[in-house]
């Protein structure tokens, strides 16, 4: 995980997937699947209710330099500024990054 924040109507998060044992990125649906799964049943069985808790849908964007990555950084920690829920990238307790560039391709998910 490079870079997260939770914010009350979605989530971006900018990582780089795992490899499987076969040397391979974990496929992005498989990755959601396992972040979104244990949520979902947590609300779920607490409202007593069955069904979708997530939309189906997500826009991926894979970093492609290094100016990119730290555009989708700035923008992860920002967007609860611009909505007004923090005065700065620190005031917000939803929100994190690391401090280090990736040593490989990231994936930034917005959902």
């Known amino acids: ?25 974990y496929p992005l649906a498989e990755i959601m699947n396992g972040i979104k799964g244990a949520p979902s049943h947590s609300v779920n069985k607490l409202l007593n209710r ?8 997500s ?15 700035l923008y992860i920690v920002q967007n609860p500024i611009a909505a007004g829920l923090a005065k700065g990238p620190d005031d917000y307790r939803w929100s994190w990054r690391e401090f280090t560039q990736p040593t490989t391709p990231a994936v930034h998910n917005s959902k």
Do not use: C, N, Q
Not at 8 to 21: G, M, N, Q, R
């Open 1 to 25: 995980m490079h870079a997260f924040v939770i914010m009350p109507t979605h989530v971006h998060l900018l990582f780089t997937p795992l490899e499987s044992d076969k040397g391979e990125p």
């Open 59 to 73: 826009f991926d964007r894979i970093p492609r330099s290094e100016a990119d990555f730290e555009y989708r950084v």
């Open 50 to 57: 069955r069904g979708h808790l997530w939309e189906p849908e």
